[in-house]
Structures are given as structure tokens and as C-alpha cells.
């Protein structure tokens, strides 16, 4: 099982960027997926995450409005489309996937067996 995230760049603060984590080895619509950043310095924190079967996103208040997640079933890649990018944002983002967590623990790092590598997101002001 492996997960590719990738997208992450610098850019200026108001700009967007689209991140995509691909999965081999497994099929994503059967999963719970999620992302979470890091920042340095501080903890890993719950981003956003997509349902295996309703296909229900979840996000955290801090980019609620501002980031949108999907998922393209064919391709077994999910998306992390972030606009209006803040300097708070830069992190490095990591997506995780689970095929048994529960909603109650979508938000919980603990949830997830399986966890791609950090892509880089940069902002400056």
C-alpha cells in the first residue's frame, strides 16, 4: 500500500494550489481519506477528510470555506483544491487513509493505518 501526495509548492499568500494524493495498493473509494499538515513546530493537525461510502467531507474550522476535498474514484486519487492560501497555512501536508474509522474519529491522527509523505506548502506574505 502506498500513498503519493503531491502539489505542494510556494506560492504568495492569496494564491491556490491543488494537492493530490494517489493510492496503489488499495481502492480509495473503499476508504476513509484525509489530510493533515504540520507546521513547524507545532503538532499534526486534521485538515479535511472524505467518507468511503457517502462520500461526506469533513472539515476543521481553520479552513472551513477556504479548502475543498474530492475524490476522483477512477483515478483512486482524492484532491485538496486550498484558496485564498494565508501564511498560516504553510505546512506540510500529509493524506492518510483508513477503511474502518469511525465519524466520531475522522479527526483523530490515531485513526488512520496508512499515511503517504508530506508534500511542502509554503505561503509568504
Known amino acids: 500500500v502506498q500513498l503519493q501526495a503531491s502539489g505542494g509548492g510556494l506560492v504568495q499568500a492569496g494564491d491556490s494550489l491543488r494537492l493530490s494524493c494517489a493510492a496503489s495498493g488499495l481502492t480509495f473509494s473503499r476508504y476513509t481519506v484525509a489530510w493533515f499538515r504540520q507546521a513547524p513546530g507545532k503538532e499534526r493537525e486534521f485538515v479535511a477528510a472524505i467518507r468511503r461510502s457517502q462520500g461526506t467531507t469533513y472539515y476543521s474550522d481553520s479552513v472551513k470555506g477556504q479548502f475543498t476535498m474530492s475524490r476522483d474514484n477512477a483515478k483512486n486519487t482524492v484532491y485538496l483544491e486550498m484558496n485564498s492560501l494565508k501564511p498560516e497555512d504553510t505546512a506540510d501536508y500529509y493524506c492518510?487513509?483508513?477503511?474502518?474509522?469511525?465519524?466520531?474519529?475522522?479527526?483523530?491522527?490515531?485513526?488512520?493505518?496508512?499515511w503517504g509523505q508530506g508534500t511542502q506548502v509554503t505561503v509568504s506574505s
Open positions: 492518510a487513509a483508513d477503511s474502518q474509522i469511525i465519524p466520531s474519529s475522522i479527526r483523530d491522527i490515531r485513526g488512520y493505518d496508512y
